[in-house]
Structure formats: C-alpha cells, structure tokens
C-alpha cells in the first residue's frame, strides 16, 4: 500500500504544468541541423510563450529592481521572441523556397509552385512578427536610460532594430520579389521547356 501512495506521489510532481513566459521560452532550442519538424516545433513554443503571462519580477530571467526595469524587461522579452520568431519563420520558408526554376525542373512544375506558395505564406508571417518586434523595441525606449545587464543581447537587438541596421523588412521584401520571379519563371514553363526525349535504343 505504502508503494502505492508513493508511486501515486511521484506520478504527480512529474506534472508540472508551464504557465509563464519565462518556463516556455526555455523548450525553445537550436540545432546545428533542424528539419522542418523542429523549425515548428521551435515556433509552436515561441508562439505559447507570447501568448503566456510573465512569472513574478523574482522569477525573472534578469535582476529586476523597480517597476521600470520590469516594464523594460517585458518589452525586451517580447521583442526578442517577436524576433526569434521571424527568425524561425525565414529559415522554416528557405526549406520550401527556390532560388532559380532550371528547365530540368519542368516535370515537376507544380511541386515547385506549391513549394513557392508555402514559402511565401511563411515569409509574410515572419512580416507580421518583424512588425511586432519593432513596436516592443521602440517601447524600450521608454527607459533607455536602464540597462539590464544579463539581457545584454536583447538590448543590442532593440539598437540594431531601432538604428535600422537590422531591418528584416527589407530582407523580407527582397526574398519576395525574387520568389515572385522565379514563380514567373515556373508559371511560363510548357512541354517544350524540358522535352522528354526517348533514349534511343
């Protein structure tokens, strides 16, 4: 009986349910080589982060002081989870984009405009992400004056954002006029682009 009611103990501890920020921010994970299987596994935990509460100011991935270091922390956090999620969204788009339509590419012109489509569709949302980072960046400018030490990326994010030198709108926007040509290219694609010849025997 005693076995029981500690096996019964054990199986509880394990559920552990993650509410904040801070606890699903950490199942995010980078590999030297990610298939398309973790490139979405990477945006579902970004996107349950941002859509979670933060932990309390004493849980918090930097020493916060005062109720102006934590408005800057919220900020910073929110951007650099906007921003690894256009970062996410880009690399999981450049597995379905094609840089060129080859003529030897013909028979399978219809995978390679439906592998264009996709690729788009995941560089705009990259967009949308791209515009929430810049508003959180220019909301810590609020407290620019404030530095948090352990978030010292974060803050050198919101600079290169705010003084343009990142500007994935522009990286953006270039990927998709080359998308929309080379989809051009596919589109004007017909049987004598690739001509099956039979080998002669």
């Known amino acids: 009986m005693l ?9 509880q501890s394990w559920a552990y ?12 994970h ?3 080589l990610q298939g398309n299987e973790d490139i979405a596994e990477n945006v579902h935990w970004l996107e349950q982060t941002r859509r979670a509460d933060f932990a309390n100011p004493l ?7 005062d109720k102006n270091e934590w408005e800057k922390y919220r900020s910073l956090f929110d951007m650099h989870i906007n921003l690894q999620l256009v970062e996410s969204y880009l690399q999981w788009a450049s597995r379905f984009n094609k840089q060129a339509a080859y003529f030897y ?22 967009l949308v992400y791209w515009e929430l980072a810049v508003n959180d960046a220019k909301k810590t400018q609020k407290h620019r004056w404030i530095r948090l030490e352990e978030l010292q990326l ?10 343009g030198e990142l500007n994935y709108q522009a990286i953006i926007e270039k990927h998709l006029v080359k998308l929309s040509l080379v989809r051009q ?16 025997q």
């Open 3 to 11: 076995c029981l009611l500690l096996l019964g103990f054990v199986s």
């Open 17 to 28: 349910r993650l509410m904040y920020k801070e606890q699903l921010y950490r199942l995010y």
């Open 30 to 32: 980078q590999q030297l």
């Open 59 to 65: 849980n918090a991935m930097a020493r916060i002081k």
């Open 105 to 126: 590419n013909a028979p399978w012109q219809e995978l390679n405009l439906e592998s264009l489509d996709k690729a788009e569709s995941l560089m705009k949302f990259a």
């Open 154 to 163: 974060w803050e050198d994010q919101a600079f290169r954002i705010l003084s």
């Open 185 to 200: 290219e596919f589109r004007s694609m017909d049987n004598n682009t690739y001509p099956m010849v039979p080998i002669p």
